[in-house]
């Protein structure tokens, strides 16, 4: 997987899309997949600090990030959270991962949008920083496995 700043009108649903978070000692970034209409659904770590009380809902599209965590979906600002767009470049090739080679090739962009919204509905497990993020909630609606390059030791 590549990367490439982007502006929002070259991407097309089912795009795997991601953000630097910031405030982090080293670059870490929160990934997502555009699904249409400024809307992105992706999976939230618990609340990790108390945020601002007087913080209200996004009159977009109601999220709140205080209450909603797990696969949410919210609109592209919600997601962005005033940093810059990038979209993962997923390439046909062969990668070794977990013992087992694997060829990473991207699903049809409409089948990447039902799986986003399956688990919206179903859930993605339990949140976990090094084995179940948001990352891997992208990669395995992308395709259909679940792996995070930033856990691995860089991009893949």
């Not at 997601?79 to 990038?86: A, P």
């Not at 390439?91 to 991207?106: A, E, G, N, T, Y």
């Amino acid at each position: 997987m590549g990367q490439q700043q982007t502006k929002p009108e070259e991407f097309v649903p089912g795009a795997h899309i991601y953000r630097l978070i910031p405030n982090t000692p080293i670059n870490c970034y929160h990934h997502g997949i555009y699904i249409g209409d400024n809307m992105v659904i992706h999976f939230l770590g618990p609340v990790k600090k108390v945020i601002d009380p007087d913080h209200s809902e996004c009159k977009k599209c109601g999220h709140r990030p205080d209450t909603n965590r797990g696969v949410v979906k919210t609109c592209l600002d919600c997601f962005l959270v005033g940093q810059r767009l990038f979209i993962a470049q997923y390439v046909w090739r062969s990668l070794i991962f977990r013992r087992k080679r694997r060829l990473i090739h991207p699903k049809q962009p409409h089948e990447v949008v039902t799986k986003a919204n399956e688990l919206l509905k179903t859930g993605f497990g339990t949140y976990s920083l090094v084995g179940n993020n948001c990352e891997n909630f992208a990669s395995f609606c992308k395709c259909g496995f679940s792996i995070s390059g930033q856990v691995v030791g860089g991009s893949y």
